[in-house]
């Protein structure tokens, strides 16, 4: 076969092949998105209310996950900053057990944290007698949001770290620049998309965090468990108010920072 018999038969299969390719997207974007419009027409706009409690699951979950994350940033950011620049014997060894709470089931992490930190426990005994209970308490919600979040952060922590060149850095330490000033103005800014995608991530598991929150913290009880509940007493139509209300605080900052990273060529 000729040269330009092969580029004639290739250019007659481009289209279909780009047809195909082009439906078979269409097809698992519908598959993906038909959930959520299913959402808007099921949602009984004229007769939308919230149903008792759901404002106080709101201000729990608004504020516990703010303080979640606020916790995560400032144990994971150091973290994900070591695992980036140090190599030493055994960092696979870290590696596979920074994953162990990412690749555990949520509900199986539950139960994990109540055998450590519940009242009959060694470690829950001794915080209970210095006055910390980590059973359906605030700090038991906020534990097990931090365990729910924190392995993401850290995970795209650590890969923005990775991303800054090492030359930048050794530049500016034969400028006179010491490790921690370094940090502040060079690795850091040069980080700060995928630390604030990594901040997102956490953000959004933090906010819808149920398996780990069911069996720490039923109480006080946040948007997930809410929903649960407003399931199981009240129906289906009421938890879509409260599930519009999920989407509109916990979505938009993650979908934000993925159309800016897909802008710049991140991913």
Request: proline letters at 6%; a positive charge.
């Amino acid at each position: 076969m000729s040269h330009g018999a092969a580029v004639g038969i290739s250019a007659g299969r481009q289209p279909s092949a780009r047809w195909i390719a082009t439906a078979t997207a269409a097809t698992v974007l519908t598959f993906l998105l038909a959930p959520f419009a299913a959402l808007v027409f099921a949602t009984d706009w004229h007769d939308f209310h919230f149903a008792p409690g759901d404002l106080a699951a709101i201000q729990v979950s608004l504020f516990y996950s703010a303080l979640a994350l606020a916790l995560v940033v400032l144990a994971g950011t150091p973290l994900a900053w070591w695992l980036a620049h140090y190599c030493y014997r055994g960092k696979w060894l870290v590696d596979a057990l920074l994953l162990l709470p990412l690749l555990t089931p949520p509900l199986a992490m539950g139960i994990l944290l109540s055998s450590f930190y519940g009242p009959y426990s060694p470690v829950g005994g001794l915080l209970s007698q210095a006055g910390l209970y980590l059973t359906n308490t605030a700090s038991a919600f906020v534990l097990a949001q931090i365990y729910g979040a924190m392995p993401y952060y850290v995970l795209a922590a650590r890969a923005a770290f990775e991303g800054v060149p090492e030359e930048l850095e050794q530049i500016s330490r034969t400028l006179g620049r010491n490790r921690w000033q370094t940090f502040w103005r060079v690795t850091l800014p040069l980080a700060r998309l995928g630390l604030t995608a990594g901040v997102a991530l956490a953000w959004v598991r933090a906010m819808g965090e149920f398996g780990i929150v069911l069996i720490v913290a039923y109480f006080p009880q946040g948007i997930p468990v809410k929903l649960w509940v407003n399931l199981e007493d009240m129906g289906l139509s009421a938890v879509y108010p409260l599930l519009w209300i999920f989407f509109l605080v916990a979505v938009p900052l993650p979908l934000w920072l993925g159309l800016r990273s897909r802008r710049q060529g991140m991913f």
